[in-house]
């Protein structure tokens, strides 16, 4: 079983910046898909970003030009960087992965945007 452990939420002011991590306890190599997703209460768990072994990042329409999500390898860590963050952006975010058929997830993180 792949285990995702997150770190890196918190509180932050409009139009700052957070950077969240996911550790896996897999190589990247062996996971097809790896990325974040985020949800509010009472709201869907919507992607935020994903990141395949091979292919293009995908991003939400709402994050595009705002947020990175990049793979180091030799760390077997996901990483999403979050600029310009705006109110709407307060979640919990959430890593998952994909390994052949099995989908797993991260505890989350909590990320406020506030003033």
């Known amino acids: 079983q792949v285990r995702l452990v997150e770190s890196g939420g918190g509180l932050v002011q409009p139009g700052g910046s957070l950077r969240l991590s996911c550790a896996a306890s897999?190589?990247?190599?062996?996971?097809?898909?790896i990325g974040w997703y985020r949800q509010t209460p009472g709201n869907q768990r919507e992607l935020v970003a994903s990141?395949?072994?091979?292919?293009?990042?995908i991003y939400a329409d709402s994050v595009k030009g705002r947020f990175i999500v990049s793979r180091d390898n030799a760390e077997n860590t996901v990483v999403l960087q979050m600029n310009s963050l705006q109110p709407e952006d307060t979640a919990v975010y959430y890593c998952?992965?994909?390994?052949?058929?099995?989908?797993?997830w991260g505890q989350g993180t909590q990320v406020t945007v506030s003033s």
């Open positions: 897999e190589s990247l190599f062996g996971i097809n898909i």
């Open positions: 998952y992965a994909v390994q052949r058929d099995n989908e797993y």
């Open positions: 990141h395949p072994r091979y292919g293009s990042r």
